[in-house]
């Protein structure tokens, strides 16, 4: 669509902007240093580099600095358990220490430049790491780890202390996982379960435990990584590191503040490439959680508008708690693709199916009525006077003989049905018995989702310890609510990645003819005149009503007669924001002796007011559309971002509005749209015409044009109202207000 906005850049023009712009060199991408063919517009990179962390992980050689072996010193447990970490995946393990011959009877050396031999990792027990960082890119040590705190989440004097390590990180070629990190890469992971397993991401290790413990449920993890203050290793590494993994079957992420939001977005595009899921909690919702989340990893936390926006975006399934995170992961990782979305939820007590029915419907999850045919087939089993039509009433006793299992396997032989929900609010055995063990065995002959609902608050009933927990096939839970979201979020997952495709491989990569024209426009720290603004849209091809600027009366009247009455008169300056609060507007003006008038009561506002003016705009006056808001704003994160909702006096009051992360094809900006809770006002109502909503989506992909290629150079742009005419007709910016850096 934006075919006229394309234009060309040399290969060597495109490195000079680059190295003009104090861009740093790229970072390799697939392995192998970025070329400029992997560079868009604003020459960041389309690709996520994939760091080889397998050293990390599974080290031949580790090196102990600050090794202890003496009584009641920190280091001497957490050396202990180094020493069996490193036993078990087959590492040998140096103790590094200046004053000790040996370490739990291993011999040591004084220092990082007597390490015998080459050296995957290096753990460093030691208050300051710096020091010891410079050594190791002499001894050509892969991977260190720092635990010491006192970094960036400490304030400015520690923000510095941890650039200085990541800077001496850079330089000797060292990757850095912490500081401020800890153990948890080494916890013991069990090798005895089988299937896809979870890689783990935490920047609070404490908060990865109940996705840990999962493996006590029968759930495998492979991954462990605790990112701490990201002074160099980063939670977007590890992404793109495990969606490469073949034993990944989910990755989940406890995030307190991201480090770099393009590196986060180009890590979840590769895991949506391989169709590989990112389960997130990231912190930061409230102003609250944003101030502590800060003072822990002195990251920033970004506008959560935005960053939830990003994920979605990007396919991350945002989540709120640590128990979604673990139940949701757990699915993810385990489920097979869906064969169907339809959700059947059968139980026991007609109460309990109507109330997860609605739970359900309200989150989002489709339930078909089944047809006339399945109801009657299960009306073999089940009585008459129960409702089978979805939710399914089997009425309790059926579930205690085999008419149980037919009844499941008639449901989930149903072409509609994708998802089984079984709530058990509580045990009663026999019954409760027969059915879990009926459910596990219908779940192993067939691809469609099995779920259970353990409703027990006690949890050591054999049906649920051994029978439930003992199947690799039936996603179990223990609340209603963590089950549906989950549900939800494979459906979601598999529907997203059946029609991804990456915005990346279609970011522009050349600079536009408009980047040109609109870059002579710019006027760095300043805000633009309306007049000025409107012709930076016009470069990039956005329509705007004929207008003309004056500085006379006599002027004015001439412009009129040119436009075409009615005119709109507006004042034009630079310092000018909010026209219509100050009565620097006059619209509806049909005759020349109203527009001679309206050119002096406008000057003699701007004069009293001490506004200077560039002149008076006389323009078209466009009506009868939908007024819509269409914006560029900078985020500390991410960087520019596209917004797009209700415009005129609603933007402020309803905050009707949804946004995106350039770069973004058609269908997200169309995505947008749906997101919008005033979207009906687009499809016409009481009487009006349908919008022209494609013109809407031309504009929101032109404004995002201009975003990726004057990011660095417009700080704002404010379309406002975008008026979105009849279908057929186009869209008219009738406002614009621009800031530039």
């Known amino acids: 669509m934006l075919g006229s906005t ?3 850049l040399t290969t060597d023009s495109r490195r000079a902007r680059v190295i003009a712009c104090g861009e740093p060199p790229a970072p390799a991408v697939h392995g192998r240093p970025a070329d400029v063919d992997d560079l868009d517009v604003g020459g960041r990179p389309l690709y996520a580099a994939v760091p080889d962390l397998d050293r990390l992980f599974r080290p031949e050689s580790v090196a102990v600095v600050g090794a202890s072996d003496a009584d009641g010193r920190p280091n001497t447990g957490i050396t202990r358990q180094l020493l069996a970490w490193a036993e078990r995946v087959g590492a040998r393990l140096h103790p590094v220490h200046p004053t000790r011959a040996s370490v739990f ?9 007597e390490l015998p031999g ?7 027990l030691v208050a300051d790491p710096l020091p010891v960082v410079e050594e190791l890119a002499e001894a050509k040590v892969r991977f260190a780890v720092a635990f010491a705190s006192g970094f960036a989440e400490t304030g400015a004097a520690g923000a510095a202390a941890q650039a200085r390590l990541a800077d001496a990180a850079a330089r000797s070629g060292v990757r850095l996982l912490g500081p401020n990190t800890n153990l948890n890469a080494f916890e013991h992971f069990r090798d005895d379960l089988e299937g896809p397993a979870i890689a783990l991401i935490t920047q609070s290790g404490h908060q990865g435990r109940p996705v840990f413990a999962l493996q006590e449920l029968g759930i495998r993890l492979s991954h462990w990584a605790p990112t701490g203050n990201e002074a160099d290793l980063e939670s977007a590494d590890f992404i793109s590191y495990f969606a490469e993994r073949p034993e990944v079957g989910a990755i989940a992420c406890y995030v307190e503040g991201l480090k770099d939001g393009r590196s986060f977005l180009l890590a979840a595009d590769r895991a949506a490439r ?7 909690v990231k912190v930061g919702r409230t102003e609250t959680g944003a101030r502590t989340a800060a003072s822990h990893t002195g990251k920033l936390t970004g506008s959560d508008a935005v960053v939830d926006a990003a994920m979605r975006q990007f396919g991350v399934i945002r989540v709120d708690g640590l128990d979604e995170l673990q139940d949701t992961a757990a699915l993810l990782a385990r489920a097979r693709a869906p064969l169907a979305d339809g959700v059947v939820v059968c139980s026991i007590s007609g109460g309990t199916g109507a109330h997860v029915a609605d739970l359900a419907t309200r989150a989002g999850l489709r339930l078909p009525v089944l047809s006339e045919a399945k109801q009657a087939e299960l009306h073999q089993w089940i009585p008459e006077y129960l409702s089978v039509a979805n939710p399914v009433d089997n009425g309790g006793h059926p579930v205690g003989d085999e008419r149980g299992r037919k009844i499941i396997d008639a449901i989930l032989d149903d072409p509609a049905v994708g998802v089984l929900i079984c709530p058990v609010t509580g045990p009663f055995p026999p019954l409760s018995d027969r059915l879990v063990q009926d459910l596990v065995d219908a779940a192993e002959r067939t691809d469609k989702l099995v779920c259970v609902v353990w409703g027990s608050p006690v949890g050591t009933e054999p049906a649920y310890r051994e029978v439930l927990l003992g199947s690799s096939r039936v996603a179990t839970f223990r609340t209603v609510g963590n089950c549906l979201a989950a549900v939800r979020a494979h459906l979601d997952h598999h529907r997203f990645v059946r029609a991804y495709r990456s915005p990346f491989d279609e970011a522009p990569r050349t ?8 870059r002579a426009l710019m006027r760095p720290g300043e805000q633009l005149s309306e007049h000025a603004a409107k012709q930076l849209l016009r470069a990039y091809g956005i329509r705007v009503p004929r207008e003309q600027l004056v500085t006379s009366a006599a002027a004015a009247v001439r412009a009129a007669g040119l436009v075409g009455y009615p005119v709109v008169m507006k004042a034009s300056g630079a310092r000018i924001a909010h026209k219509t609060e100050l009565g620097l507007v006059k619209i509806g ?3 020349a002796s109203q527009v001679r008038d309206a050119y002096r009561e406008l000057t003699e506002i701007a004069r009293y007011e001490d506004v200077p003016l560039d002149g008076v705009l006389v323009c078209q006056m466009v009506e009868r559309g939908v007024e819509m808001v ?6 500390d994160l991410f960087g520019p971002t596209v917004t797009v909702g209700l415009g005129g006096v609603l933007v402020e009051v309803l905050r009707d509005t949804a946004v995106r992360v350039p770069p973004f094809g058609e269908d997200q900006a169309r995505t947008m749209l749906t997101e919008l809770r005033g979207r009906a006002l ?15 989506v031309e504009v929101v992909l032109r404004v995002q044009r201009m975003a990726l290629e004057l990011g660095g150079e417009l700080a704002e742009l404010d379309i406002n109202p975008l008026l979105v005419l009849p279908q057929g007709q186009g869209a008219v910016a009738l406002d614009a207000l621009a800031v530039c850096r």
């Open 105 to 113: 009877g291993i011999p040591c050396v004084p220092s990082v430049a």
């Open 6 to 8: 394309h234009g060309t």
């Open 630 to 635: 269409v914006g560029v704003t900078h985020d």
């Open 589 to 591: 003006l049909t005759s």
């Open 511 to 518: 600079v536009s003819p408009s980047f040109r024209k609109a």
């Open 274 to 280: 391989r169709g590989v899921p990112v389960v997130a």
């Open 118 to 124: 080459q050296v995957d990792l290096a753990v460093l």
């Open 682 to 696: 687009l499809d016409g109502v009481r009487g009006r015409p349908p919008a022209d909503v494609d013109a809407l």
